[in-house]
Structures are given as structure tokens and as C-alpha cells.
């Protein structure tokens, strides 16, 4: 059965429930209200997306899709696939030196995502050619049914540990609101406050956080030949392992992915990316809500989260995230 609620409603709900000495806790709006569609958090206005895409969407054989939260490596995976599947092979594909990973690689719902028509064109997708590689946010029971039975296509999902997710995600918001792009929301975001969002669920498109990575982690291990699990910290320690390991998954020839690897793992690297000028001027999604590209490269670290989290915080984002997580075999390198 299908569920539409907005955050507020959920918010009203809590607060009826929650006890005398949780009151003060209860988190208030922060910058954007989510609407919810069957247990998962999207964006506002996301919906008529998320229905097109599952109603309409059909796959070909050799799709690849990205699956990852915000936050979570999105950029830099879009442009370490995107690199590996057409710019190393041929000489006719734009490159990362030339656009940003965003502009290369379409999240399909922001692609579908129209504020003010409902109607999404889903044709969109059938324009391009094969093999086509697509993103999203979106947990995999959000997936187009087809996407999900059908064999012949591959997920690369990855995610972040959630401490960082949270660092890199509050301060991305900040932007934003600095920008005036999030309407009726100015100055600061108070950490505490959108922490506490983040913990409850609320913050983030695509979640709750540990719901849409377990869903993930869990088809990976059903069915390893279709979805391959892959965080950042793994990129970080070892990019050019995990590209190997993305070659083999992807099906592309060994001898290819021996000869391109480094290249592909150098011309995606933080530091290559963040000195381009097409990121440091350029801006994503121009008609939509105009996103500047050097906002997605920031510190590319892990381990950010130190510098902010109280031991509270701690214990709480391990409570609320981090174990359902580790319940189940998920680690992240902190
Ligand atoms: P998105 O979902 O909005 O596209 P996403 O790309 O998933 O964001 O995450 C952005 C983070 O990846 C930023 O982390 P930070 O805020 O902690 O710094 C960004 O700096 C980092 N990032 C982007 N590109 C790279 C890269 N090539 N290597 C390492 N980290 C990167």
C-alpha cells in the first residue's frame, strides 16, 4: 500500500509519542521538508519521479547502475565508472577533464524531477545510447520492478560510514542555504539540529541511511554477478584495487583494465577533479535548482567527523545507524 506522508506529519507523530523527558529532542524542521513514499525519505516534489521511474522505466541488456546515498562517493564514482566505460576505450566520449561527473552520469530521479509538471519524461533515458550508466539515491526496493528482476544489467553500490556522510552533508546543506537555494530557510544550520535529523531519518534523500545501505548490502550478497558493495573509505585506501575489482565485476577485458587502471584511478583522484575549471566554475542541474560544481569537492577525507562529533553524538549515531549496520557485517574504517 502506498504511503505519502511529509516529514511535519512524521515530526507531529513523534512528538505525540515520545516521552515527558525526550521532548525537548524532538527535531525541528531543517531546511528542506522530505516527503515519505512507501519508508523511504525523497526530496520534496520527488515523488511523481519516483512513480515514473518504477512504472515506466525499462532496462537494456548491459546497463549499469549506480546506487549511493548523498554524500556517500557519488561524484567521484560516476567519474571513476564513467572514465573506466567509455573515455579509456574510445576517443569520441566527453571526459571528466571536460564535464563534471554530474553533467556525465544522470541521477534519474533529479533527471526526471520537475517542480512545477508533474509529468516526467521518461524517454529521456531510452535516447541514450548503450551501455547506459545511470545513478541513483534510491534503495533497491525503490528500483524499477524491471530493473530488479532482470539479469542483464550490473549495480555498483557504494556508501560512506556515517559519520562523514553526516560532516559532509550538513556542510553541502550550508552551501546551499548560504547560496539561497533553499527557499524560506537563511543562516546557519545549527549542527545539533540537523544531527538530529540525520539520526531520525529525516535528512537525507533516499533514506533512512541504514535501511537503503542494508537493502543494497543484502542483494549484493544474494546475488554477487549483479550488485557489487563498495564504500568510500575502500576507495580511499585503495582506489586502484576497488577499480580492478570494477573492471571484473563490469565484465570489461582484463587487459583493459590492467592497462587504464592507473589512469582511470589518477584522472578521477580529489585532487585532479577539484583543479579543473569546469569544477571550480561550472554549475549541475542549471535549470533545475543550479548546484555549483566546486560544492562537490570539498576535503575528500575520512575521518572529518572527529573534529565535531561529542561522545553523544557518538553513542547516538551508533545506537540509531551504525549498529543495525554492524548487525548484519557492515564495518567502516573511521
Ligand atoms: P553527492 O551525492 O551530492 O553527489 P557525493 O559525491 O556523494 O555527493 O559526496 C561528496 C563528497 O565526496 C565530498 O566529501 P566531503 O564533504 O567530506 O569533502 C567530496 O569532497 C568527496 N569527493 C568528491 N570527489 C571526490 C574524489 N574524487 N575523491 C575523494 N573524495 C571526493
Redesign the pocket.
Known sequence: MESIHSQQQVEAERAAEVSTEMKDSVPPRYTVSFDKYEDIWVGPSFIPALKALQNEFEPRPGDIFLA?L???????TK?LLYTMIYASCSNNHVTVAEKNP?ALVPTMEVELFNSSNPHCDISIFSKLPSPRLLHT?LPVQALPPLVRSFSDCKIVSVTRNPR?TF??LW??NGKLVEEGLVPGVSGEINMETAFDAFCSGFLIHGGPFAENVLSYWRESRRNPNKVMFLT?EE??ADCLGCVKRLGIFLGCSPHLVQENAEGVVEK???GS??KLDVNRTGRVWENKIGISNAH??????VG?WKKYFTPQMEKRIYREIEQKLNEEGIHFTY
Open positions: 549511493s548523498p554524500k556517500t562517493g557519488t561524484t567521484w567519474a554530474h539515491h562523514d560532516v559532509s556542510k553541502f568510500y576507495l580511499q578521477c583522484s580529489f577533479l577539484s562537490f569537492f570539498r576535503e575528500g577525507k572529518e
